[in-house]
């Protein structure tokens, strides 16, 4: 079986193989935060407030399985045992948690899967914003690695989500297990929180004793108060 290789086909490449689009001005809202912080709660709770909510993850996990290029890449740079093949041994998607332990364990690794990814990623989400009605005022692009992936100067104003860092541990691995590799390497790949707090709009608290819900209330008021000024 071969592989288109990932030494010989440059990221331009790659992207030039991808549909452009029309842009569609938006009110573009920002959200991240450390592993466990409650990023994805937020996201849930603005959704119920009928804002739309972009997750750049699950996003980049999908591109994995459409785009031919990309999955091909990324094997010929992690090796076979991070592709999921079909009943006739073609590779038809990525084994994310074999990929995320070799990238979070590689030197360079995420590095690559940043440059490889997050293009497609933006392009997905222009995607997504061009077909959102127009009564749309605001959106919110939700993204683990917002600062790092770049993301963020896409963005209009970015909210952090932040918590303990003990809180923060305990709570991945009751969601995902233990894996003190996969953890410490998440970590070590993310912004610090007060790096993310130092290049963030807006903060909210998400320790257990922390009421979150009233916070994000009152940050969609003033997000909607933003967005209408934007669209004048």
């Known amino acids: 079986m071969q592989y288109c290789s990932a030494k010989v086909v440059s990221i331009s490449f790659l992207y030039s193989m991808l549909s452009t689009v029309n842009k569609k001005e938006i009110f573009t809202v920002g959200l991240t935060g450390g592993i466990g912080s409650g990023k994805s709660t937020v996201a849930r709770v603005f959704k119920a407030l009928d804002v739309p909510v972009f997750n750049a993850d699950k996003a980049g996990h999908a591109i994995y399985a459409e785009n031919n290029l990309i999955r091909n890449a990324v094997i010929e740079k992690f090796g076979r045992k991070v592709a999921v093949y079909d009943n006739e041994g073609k590779a038809v998607d990525i084994n994310r948690k074999e990929l995320g332990k ?18 497609a990623v933006r392009k997905s989400f222009q995607v997504w914003v061009a077909n959102l009605p127009d ?16 993301a963020s ?30 953890i410490q390497g998440k970590v070590n790949a993310q912004f610090s929180d007060e ?17 979150l819900l009233p916070q994000i209330e009152k940050l969609h008021s003033i997000l909607k108060r933003k967005s209408i000024n934007f669209s004048k």
């Open 102 to 119: 070799l990238a979070f364990s590689e030197v360079g690794g995420i590095s690559f899967l940043n440059q490889l990814v997050h293009p």
């Open 153 to 182: 100067k896409d963005c209009d104003v970015v909210i952090t989500v932040n918590a303990d860092k003990e809180q923060r541990i305990a709570r991945v691995k009751h969601r995902d297990g233990f894996d003190k590799v996969m």
């Open 135 to 150: 009564s749309v005022t605001y959106v919110v692009r939700e993204a683990a690695i917002l600062f790092e992936s770049g």
């Open 195 to 211: 790096k993310r707090t130092s290049l963030s709009n807006f903060v909210l608290v998400n320790n257990d004793t922390d009421m």
